[in-house]
């Protein structure tokens, strides 16, 4: 970071013939940025107001102080000698004026036009409208990444609230729901999250962002044992502030483990259990409990989800990315197999598709973060970094489904919704799960 106050500094780069235009944010500012945009872009020039930089932003307002930093006291400086000779600042030409060098803008990562958005935030910085066509999600997300940087978040979200709408507009998933909940590039899910958490107070938008995350899953948590997105993907949304990255991919591990629990112990009561599974008790259950575990195997082999050594290994990309509702449905979609027409309900299926009823449910609530939890009562609320305790048993027949998909809306906009959070976190993190208690 540096002060220029040569008069006649032109702004030539090393290597150009020219110096690079001055983009006019304020006619009678008194400051010139030289913005450096990286290696592909290059630097730009924007006149700016000194006054409204620092009103607006609280890194400006400690950077351009005189009495705390020697790029202020550079500033005053100059403008005082601009006085000296008779000139006010605001009405010379931008050779005359000071120059502040700033080179690091923040995580933007790809960003394509990276002059035009920072020509649009000092912009909103001076209060300049911002153009319908860069009122979109990207666009806002970037921003939202110089406001984070420069320490004027609650600016923008003033400045861009009645675009908060059509930004973040999406619907959660509910239910049996998320697996056909539509997709789009999992960088807008990101961007989404990351706004709704930093700009707008959105704790439905951060909800349902980080839900679709952490069932569908992110290239960039593919093995490895902790998120570590590839070296391309820099952007602050693609490595959460707030602990929010290890958090989700936590839950991810804990749903898919969950899931592998569930299909382990069903094949056990099939393989290991001096308990017929048989329901009928005719001399031929023997060779139905046989007939239903072969069966059971073929059917998880089938769709993927066992390869003897079961699933939701972390090293493995197909676990990090596949979609966990899509799963979930392949496995619902076990048939109810016989051995011969008097054997009803003897197979996996009637165990199987109960758990799953409970599963999809509190995985819909649940598996996205609850931004006033977060905030609120961290410590109480993650799954993180929080030891495994206690068994959970899974009650087939009880009443705990139908109570848990009526009263969870009503709790959470009351916000009240702590309770509710407690039942799908020690299904998720206990340290064993019984699905057949009974058997």
Same mark, same amino acid.
């Given at each position: ?30 400051? !010139?940025?030289?913005?450096?945009? $990286?290696? @592909? =872009?290059?630097? #730009?020039?924007?006149?700016? %107001?000194?006054?409204?930089?620092? &009103? ?106 009645? !675009?908060?709408?059509?930004?973040? $507009?999406? @619907? =959660?998933?509910? #239910?049996?729901?998320?697996? %056909?909940?539509?997709?789009?590039? &999992? ?253």
């Amino acid at each position: 970071m540096s002060v220029s106050t040569e008069p006649g500094a032109d702004g030539h780069l090393p290597g150009s013939s020219s110096p690079p235009d001055v983009s006019v944010i304020a006619a009678e500012g008194d400051l !010139v940025l030289d913005v450096y945009c $990286g290696d @592909k =872009h290059g630097h #730009g020039l924007f006149r700016v %107001s000194l006054q409204s930089l620092r &009103e607006s932003s609280r890194y400006f307002e400690t950077l351009l102080d005189p009495e705390k930093f020697n790029e202020g006291r550079a500033i005053r400086d100059a403008h005082e000698r601009l006085r000296s000779a008779g000139r006010t600042p605001g009405q010379v030409s931008t050779s005359l004026l000071p120059r502040l060098e700033i080179s690091d803008l923040g995580a933007l990562g790809r960003e394509s036009d990276v002059l035009g958005l920072v020509f649009d935030f000092l912009g909103i910085l001076h209060r300049v409208p911002l153009r319908p066509s860069r009122s979109i999600l990207p666009h806002v997300a970037s921003l939202t990444v110089l406001a984070d940087r420069f320490g004027c978040l609650a600016l923008l979200s003033r400045f861009l609230k009645h !675009v908060s709408g059509a930004v973040l $507009g999406m @619907k =959660h998933p509910s #239910g049996e729901a998320i697996a %056909s909940a539509s997709r789009p590039g &999992e960088d807008r899910f990101r961007q989404r999250l990351l706004v709704g958490w930093l700009l707008w107070d959105r704790p439905d938008c951060v909800r349902t962002a980080s839900t679709h995350l952490v069932l569908g899953g992110s290239r960039g948590w593919i093995g490895e044992t902790r998120p570590a997105p590839e070296e391309t993907e820099t952007a602050l949304w693609w490595n959460l502030p707030d602990d929010l990255e290890v958090e989700l991919f936590h839950r991810r591990e804990c749903i898919l483990e969950t899931l592998n629990s569930l299909q382990k112990q069903l094949l056990s009561l099939y393989m290991t259990s001096r308990t017929r599974q048989c329901t009928l008790g005719y001399d031929s259950s023997p060779q139905c409990d046989s007939f239903q575990l072969g069966q059971a195997v073929r059917f998880f082999s089938r769709i993927g989800t066992v390869e003897l050594r079961g699933f939701g290994d972390v090293a493995d990309p197909y676990m990090c990315t596949t979609d966990i509702g899509s799963l979930m449905t392949r496995m619902r979609q076990c048939p109810e197999y016989q051995i011969d027409a008097n054997h009803r309900h003897c197979g996996i299926r009637a165990r199987l598709m109960p758990a799953l009823g409970l599963i999809e449910c509190l995985a819909a609530w649940d598996a996205g973060v609850c931004r006033d939890c977060w905030k609120d009562d961290r410590e109480n609320y993650r799954w993180s970094g929080v030891e495994r305790a206690g068994a959970w048993a899974f009650q087939e027949g009880s009443t705990e489904l139908k109570g848990l998909r009526r009263g969870r809306e009503g709790e959470r906009v009351r916000g009240r919704c702590k309770f509710w959070h407690q039942r799908g976190k020690a299904l998720f993190t206990a340290k064993s799960r019984d699905w057949a208690p009974a058997a």
